[in-house]
């Protein structure tokens, strides 16, 4: 089935250690976005990347970094720069039609031990 | 002020209401627009596109108000299972990000 992949559901993060999110898409969508949501908050862009090689700071991208080296790949590392990093993660893709809308997968869950 | 703003309810209908969201956007620029559908703890499923004449899915109906920067989803006939959050999203350029609002709760009561 085509859609989006996203591992592990749950991951949990020790103090001072790097975590990376994986986000695999197989609907040969240009660009791909990660978004963190808080409790009872809307969803705040991380990072986006348009095309493969390419990506661009959303509006909380401090402690975040990504890489976009394949157009079906698109993974997220929280950093021990993130001091709140406990959240709910989801990234999400959609053509570069900018009216199609974005589709997501169905998350990874952060905590700190 | 916010790129996209909700009001973050929560809206407590009995079944049967009829129930209506705003969602304003600062962006004249914006160009498309949605509303998605959020279960708790799961992630956010399209529920329509909101075209500029207004669109309407079965009980769902969506309009867009570019003069005063607005965009509405109306549902009639609430169902229990229309319990969720609501979230509109808009683009600001052409492939580029979608910003959300804050989302809405909505609660249906038997």
């Known amino acids: 089935d085509g859609g989006i992949t996203q591992s592990p559901k749950y991951l949990f993060r020790k103090e001072g250690q790097n975590v990376t999110l994986s986000c695999e898409q197989n609907l040969n969508h240009d660009a791909m976005y990660w978004y963190r949501q808080d409790p009872g908050q809307g969803l705040r862009l991380i990072y986006y990347s348009q095309i493969v090689n390419d990506f661009q700071k959303g509006d909380i991208a401090e402690g975040y970094s990504v890489s976009r080296e394949k157009k079906e790949s698109f993974p997220l590392t929280v950093t021990s720069a993130q001091k709140n990093p406990t959240a709910f993660y989801l990234c999400?893709?959609?053509?570069?039609?900018?009216?199609?809308?974005?589709?997501f997968g169905d998350g990874t869950r952060l905590s700190i031990l | 002020r916010k790129e996209v703003e909700q009001d973050p309810g929560p809206f407590n209908v009995p079944e049967g209401a009829t129930v209506a969201f705003n969602c304003t956007y600062s962006n004249s620029a914006s160009q498309s627009f949605f509303w998605y559908r959020q279960d708790c703890r799961k992630e956010p499923k399209l529920l329509m596109s909101?075209?500029?004449s207004g669109n309407e899915d079965g009980r769902f109906t969506a309009q867009l108000n570019r003069a005063s920067q607005y965009i509405s989803l109306l549902i009639r006939d609430s169902k229990l299972s229309d319990s969720a959050t609501y979230l509109c999203a808009a683009t600001y350029n052409q492939g580029g990000k979608l910003i959300f609002g804050q989302g809405t709760e909505l609660s249906v009561k038997p």
């Open positions: 909101v075209y500029s």
């Open positions: 999400a893709s959609r053509p570069t039609d900018s009216n199609q809308p974005q589709h």
